[in-house]
């Protein structure tokens, strides 16, 4: 690597109950003879020792003096991946390096302090101050101009703040996704700003905030969100659930995205562990009380297919630990599709025998997964549809969605396929135009995943 790509860096973390970073360990990240990116992470003596020190993740980087390495994921391990810049946040900072692909190290040390969970990246052993200042609200019509710039390759405004340009490179998970966003304050605290674009096919900002709402209704933990109207056009502000304000400042929860939780990949071939049931399992084995969250994760899985919301990939999906312990997020981005097809529609991730089929029969099959008893299974199912076929015009309304938006979402909502007999379901044909795999047995992904390798300490070298 080049001076311009540094080779390794420092991983600090604000721990739970405190607002100011210390450094945790050390990452390298080198490409062996073959071409093959090799990431090396090893925890710093003096994190070891402390008394309040917690693992980075639950998988892959448990409290130990070893050396952990990794192939997978260009040599990134998964809860530092889930710090790195989404889609919108690595094209801000191709433009800002003038790179059209900067290296995974570049994205990391790229990337601002007010990222997803409580990690940062640094060269230096010691950590900056946290961030002190953040985009207010009322700044939300200068974003909006310059995130529309970024969107379509023009020039920035003029009167653009190259710190203002900064604070749009952010977050790290799949908190928002690919659409332009912000994070910006308030009395109340932080929250994402998400624009709208103008290619979008209805007000996108108010139909998800009416999707959080209707989710709340139907017994989901949410994000808490809000619609401001910006020099005409409206901008939806969801809550930072990883970020709560005190008078010393922020403290930060620990996030890692159901990416991680699997040991998988976005990619078309790791679909194959895109799965709900494998996720319940690991939900189970994390979490402070598996029943609780399994159950959360059964009723997102469920609201999901009855919103036709088929963009529910594993980085739409994360646990976070305010103190030592993990649970499930509060779910975001729930958007709504309106697929051609209303005998069959897919979600993102498995979620039965019959594979990603949103279809109830095909939630009911595995719902003991979820440690549910069938009969339970059955009424949270029947009373959720009840509630979105009953309410989501009502709440789409309240939420401000025009009558004209509400008419282009409507085939999205319990769609006929939905209540089919799976026997009777067309055979899916999903993303790339290929036939879903035949649907096998789910097994435990503690007995079949893949293992992290081991390694004597080795650099990056301890300090």
């Known amino acids: 690597m080049t001076s311009e790509a540094p080779a390794e860096c420092f991983v600090y973390i604000t721990l739970p109950g405190q607002t100011e970073p210390v450094t945790a360990g050390r990452f390298a990240l080198a490409v062996d003879r073959r071409g093959t990116p090799e990431g090396r992470f090893v925890y710093g003596r003096s994190y070891l020792e402390r008394a309040n020190a917690v693992a980075l993740d639950p998988v892959e980087l448990k409290l130990s003096p070893l050396t952990y390495a990794t192939a997978a994921l260009n040599g990134v391990f998964g809860a530092l991946r889930d710090a790195s810049p989404d889609y919108w946040g690595r094209r801000v900072i191709q433009r800002h390096l003038g790179k059209a692909q900067p290296g995974e190290l570049e994205y990391l040390l790229y990337s601002p302090d007010d990222r997803a969970g409580a990690l940062g990246f640094g060269l230096n052993q010691t950590p900056p101050a946290p961030k002190g200042s953040f985009n207010q609200t009322l700044d939300l019509a200068k974003m909006q101009a310059i995130a529309d710039a970024i969107a379509a390759d023009e020039e920035l405004p003029a009167d653009a703040a190259h710190e203002q340009v900064e604070n749009l490179m952010l977050i790290g998970t799949s908190m928002g996704g690919a659409r332009p966003k912000a994070v910006v304050e308030d009395e ?10 103008p290619d ?7 139909v998800e905030h009416a999707m959080l709402t209707l989710a709340r209704a139907c017994g989901l933990s949410t994000a808490e969100s809000r619609v401001e109207g910006v020099a005409g056009r409206d901008v939806v502000l969801v809550k930072r659930f990883d970020r709560e304000r005190t008078q010393a400042g922020y403290l930060r929860a620990r996030m890692i995205s159901a990416l991680t939780l699997l040991r998988t990949e976005d990619t078309y071939q790791s679909r194959d562990k895109w799965s709900y049931v494998l996720l319940a399992e690991e939900v189970r084995r994390v979490c402070a ?6 159950a959360e994760l059964f009723r997102r899985m469920c609201f999901n297919a009855l919103i036709s919301n088929i963009d529910d990939h594993p980085r739409n999906h994360a646990l976070i630990a305010k103190e030592a312990e993990w649970k499930l997020s509060p779910a975001y981005d729930l958007t709504p599709t309106v697929p051609v097809s209303m005998d069959r529609r897919d979600l993102a991730m498995e979620c039965g025998d019959a594979g990603r089929f949103a279809n109830a029969d095909n939630l009911l099959s595995q719902s003991a997964r979820f440690l549910l008893k069938p009969g339970h299974a059955t009424a949270m199912i029947d009373a959720m549809e009840a509630q979105v076929r009953s309410t989501w015009y009502a709440s789409a309304r309240a939420a401000g969605v025009s009558e004209r938006d509400c008419e282009a979402i409507a085939r999205a909502f319990a769609y006929p396929g939905f209540r089919q007999s799976s026997e009777q379901a067309p055979s899916s044909r999903w993303h790339g135009g290929s036939t879903a795999p035949d649907c096998k047995p789910f097994r435990s992904f503690q007995a079949t995943g893949a293992r992290i390798g081991w390694s004597r300490p080795k650099t990056p070298s301890r300090f």
Do not use: E, H, M, Y
């Open 289 to 294: 009380d598996p029943a609780q969250n399994a």
């Open 188 to 197: 109340a605290g932080l929250w994402i700003a998400k624009f709208n674009r």
């Open 200 to 206: 979008d096919t209805w007000n996108s900002a108010r």
